[in-house]
């Protein structure tokens, strides 16, 4: 069973591009969550999805910032525009419908010049 | 919100001596406290977690413990090995129900001397 899927693994944008990160939730998962790391700092969750359906996303910025869960594809986070401050890792994450646990991938590390 | 606050930072101890890494939280109703270990350039992985109906867990090394009254949960990691060296993360969730977000601590990196 594979784990939780991220791509790019790593992704450069210059300011003002779009910058599009891909997950693909384990086998049998259908809650995604989308996390932002700053570099020496903890995980600050940005907003969680079922199959097509945004469920909260209380930690997205108002602006700029837009996550989707499509019926069929990968959970796509996606932003337009980029800032220097943008530059993080952004982690996905999923768990089981019954469960708690939630398994993260390894990451996509954006990084804006 | 919730507010997780973990201490310490960082933390160097010698291999085979014990390590505790401590957290508090703030929203009584949090209900779930999973515990992750995060290598340099992967992403973070569960390695223990506790609901507030049990106070201790034990998993071989690693145990957890969790005060509710107190609002504050810990990681014991006994006989520390060098692969045990990584950035610990503890976490808070108010559980399923809520949609089970996340809020995490800042982060203990552990080095653990040879």
């Given at each position: 069973n594979?784990g939780?899927?991220q791509?790019?693994r ?12 891909r ?13 932002r790391?700053?570099p020496?700092?903890?995980l600050?969750f940005m907003v ?7 469920i909260?996303?209380?930690g997205?910025p108002?602006?700029?910032?837009s ?13 337009q ?5 943008d530059?993080a890792?952004y ?7 019954q469960g ?5 991938g390894?990451?996509?590390r954006?990084?804006?010049v | ?42 992403g973070?992985?569960l390695?223990?977690?506790?609901r507030?109906?049990?106070?201790e867990k034990?998993?071989?090394?690693i145990a ?11 990681l014991?990691i ?27 601590g800042?982060g203990t990196?552990?080095m653990?001397?040879?």
């Amino acid at each position: 069973n594979a784990g939780v899927m991220q791509n790019p693994r790593h992704l450069v944008r210059r300011r003002g591009q779009e910058a599009r990160l891909r997950c693909s939730p384990m086998k049998g998962h259908s809650h995604v969550y989308w996390y932002r790391q700053l570099p020496e700092e903890g995980l600050k969750f940005m907003v969680y999805l079922q199959k097509e359906n945004i469920i909260d996303e209380s930690g997205m910025p108002k602006e700029r910032f837009s996550a989707e869960f499509p019926k069929e594809g990968p959970s796509i986070l996606r932003i337009q525009q980029v800032v220097r401050g943008d530059s993080a890792a952004y982690f996905c994450a999923s768990s089981p419908q019954q469960g708690t646990e939630a398994f993260f991938g390894q990451g996509t590390r954006l990084t804006v010049v | 919100g919730e507010n997780v606050e973990q201490h310490p930072s960082t933390l160097s101890v010698q291999e085979g001596d014990s390590a505790v890494i401590k957290c508090t939280y703030s929203d009584s109703a949090s209900n779930y406290f999973p515990w992750y270990k995060q290598e340099l350039g992967k992403g973070p992985q569960l390695i223990i977690d506790i609901r507030s109906n049990v106070g201790e867990k034990k998993d071989q090394r690693i145990a957890v413990t969790l005060n509710k009254t107190a609002k504050h949960f810990s990681l014991h990691i006994t006989e520390t090995q060098p692969e045990d060296s990584a950035v610990y993360f503890c976490a808070a969730s108010l559980g399923q129900n809520a949609g089970n977000m996340l809020t995490f601590g800042g982060g203990t990196r552990l080095m653990v001397k040879p």
